[in-house]
């Protein structure tokens, strides 16, 4: 049996870890890393109870959260939304925290992940083809390098 060493066990650690990005700062792809923060007034409690309760729903990884009061969950942006998880536990009578700067970061992470489930739904533009519609917009457009005067009375210099 080997000895452990301090190198075997920061590789131990770092093995079960998840990724923690910033909760609240810009994350390509589908899978989100996020935060809830609770009301200091009821913190504790209702930590357990929304662990608990988001336990239940697959796809939706749960952890300590890095401030007190709080959880981070893990979840792809198609199955979940930030908005909806902390709709969901309003619903259920949990106090989330209302202070100014996470009212307005809470506001900015529903936008931008509203956005790129629209984005997804989207298909993709075809370039040539919004090209000839531009082209087809000039020709019909009246502006001063169109001549009216026939092939045919056109001098040729």
């Not at 608990?52 to 959260?65: S, T």
């Not at 209302?98 to 629209?118: D, K, M, N, P």
Request: charge should be positive.
């Amino acid at each position: 049996m080997s000895k452990m060493t301090l190198e075997k066990a920061r590789d131990l650690r770092a093995a079960g870890r998840r990724e923690r990005r910033a909760a609240f700062a810009p994350q390509p792809g589908t899978r989100k890393h996020r935060e809830l923060r609770f009301d200091r007034l009821h913190g504790e409690k209702e930590v357990k109870r929304a662990r608990q309760l988001l336990a239940g729903l697959d796809g939706l990884d749960i952890d300590d959260g890095m401030h007190p009061h709080s959880l981070s969950v893990w979840y792809e942006v198609t199955e979940y939304t930030f908005q909806g998880l902390e709709g969901a536990l309003r619903s259920q009578g949990f106090h989330l925290d209302a202070s100014f700067t996470h009212r307005l970061i809470r506001g900015f992470v529903y936008y931008c992940e509203e956005t790129q489930l629209r984005n997804m739904r989207v298909p993709e533009r075809l370039i040539k083809k919004s090209h000839d519609i531009y082209s087809k917009a000039w020709e019909h457009h009246s502006h001063g390098d169109h001549d009216d005067t026939p092939p045919e009375l056109r001098q040729d210099r």
